[in-house]
């Protein structure tokens, strides 16, 4: 079975001679006179847990059912494994799809829901045995093996779902939207089961969510969509750390944006500028096309501002005075909405290391929010 390492050092993107396994070539995809997919391109590696990443109607199912083959593109090619499949019907692809609904029979045991697609493909019966046991053992289901799934919890029959996806031991597995029915803590969970069965398998995994955690939780990389579009892809943390635009900052996880003009923009240093607020902002990662004059937004997280009831030694630089306007008490963690002087609403979150403080920052607190230079992103778009 593979190991944490293993997986962290996968990453056959950065190699130029490493070959895709799916290649989507310039798709596109209409329903009438709507654009589902938009002359997308795309390559998927064997062996990766990717993500498609995107809001409701951006393209990300429907990309997924033309791999699957349940839809043909209006134009382009699909490949897998060097083979153009663009015109191979569903049941011919080596790959299987898990739906969000699971779609049990109801009337039929664990077993026989798995074995159902062997016994379509007359596979021979104790083959069938043998594989409906190596799929139980897999998800753990032994003791579960007769019972139907109105008998299930909702874990559970989202793992029958899962084995009879794997029982014909596809090329690629599909899921959409898969862990969706699940409640949080269950679904955080199986998000783990998933990466740890797909290292063990060496399977490629295609993952649609709208899930922004779950995404960066199981994948390798992500593809975030919008439109029928490209947005970025990259890994998790590139995504997280260095978004390629507002929109993708914004759309995984909280994030503020502070609007300033353009002063300088060379190499890894960036200065910015407001009339809103005293401060220069300075800024070492950003958008190099940034041309001085322009206008930029800082995109910087939450849990990078720090929060102070102290003003700072040096307020020139990357440090904002407001007032406390809102506060989440979270567990581990407290969020902090500040109305800066400008009237702009910025959020601060921090870490619950002890449970008693002497002096909790609190509703209407006058306070200082500051910022390592290397926190932020400057975005011009």
Same mark, same amino acid.
């Given at each position: ?81 060097g ?12 790959v ?60 559970q ?11 014909k ?6 899921l ?5 029915a ?14 740890? /069965? ?18 960066m ?7 975030v ?70 206008t930029?937004?800082?995109?910087i ?40 002087d400008s009237g ?9 290391l002890?449970? /008693? ?20 992103v400057?975005?011009?778009?």
């Amino acid at each position: 079975m593979a190991t944490g390492p293993v997986k962290r050092s996968f990453a056959p993107w950065e190699d130029p001679d490493a070959k895709a396994f799916i290649r989507f070539d310039n798709i596109t995809k209409r329903f009438g006179e709507f654009t589902a997919v938009d002359d997308l391109s795309l390559d998927i590696y064997e062996r990766e847990f990717f993500a498609l990443l995107g809001p409701s109607g951006c393209g990300k199912t429907t990309l997924l059912r033309m791999l699957a083959g349940f839809e043909k593109p209006s134009e382009g090619r699909v490949f897998l494994d060097g083979h153009d499949i663009t015109d191979v019907p569903p049941h011919r692809r080596p790959v299987n799809m898990m739906f969000q609904s699971y779609a049990l029979f109801p009337h039929m045991s664990v077993e026989k829901n798995i074995a159902f697609g062997l016994k379509q493909d007359r596979m021979p019966k104790g083959e069938i045995a043998d594989r409906v046991a190596e799929m139980l053992k897999l998800v753990k289901l032994e003791a579960f093996a007769r019972r139907r799934p109105d008998q299930l919890s909702g874990g559970q029959r989202q793992r029958v779902a899962l084995a009879r996806s794997l029982a014909k031991r596809p090329k690629v597995l599909l899921l959409d939207e898969p862990l969706g029915a699940l409640d949080k803590k269950l679904r955080g969970e199986t998000q783990f089961e998933l990466m740890d /069965l797909q290292m063990e398998l060496g399977l490629t995994f295609v993952i649609v969510t709208h899930d922004q955690e779950e995404a960066m939780t199981v994948s390798d990389r992500i593809a975030v969509m919008n439109e029928g579009r490209l947005v970025q892809v990259s890994t998790p943390a590139v995504i997280y750390e260095t978004p390629g635009s507002r929109y993708v900052a914004g759309f995984i996880g909280d994030v503020n944006f502070l609007e300033a003009t353009v002063v300088t923009a060379e190499d890894d240093r960036f200065e910015l500028t407001s009339d809103k607020w005293a401060t220069r902002i300075v800024a070492t990662a950003g958008d190099h096309r940034a041309e001085p004059g322009e206008t930029a937004w800082l995109s910087i997280r939450p849990e990078k501002m720090r929060i102070s009831l102290d003003q700072p030694e040096d307020t020139s630089v990357n440090c904002v005075p407001g007032e406390v306007w809102d506060v989440a008490y979270l567990g581990d963690i407290s969020i902090y909405h500040v109305k800066l002087d400008s009237g702009e609403i910025v959020k601060s979150s921090v870490t619950n290391l002890t449970r /008693l403080v002497e002096r909790p920052i609190t509703w209407d607190d006058r306070v200082w929010l500051s910022w390592p230079r290397d926190a932020g992103v400057v975005l011009t778009r």
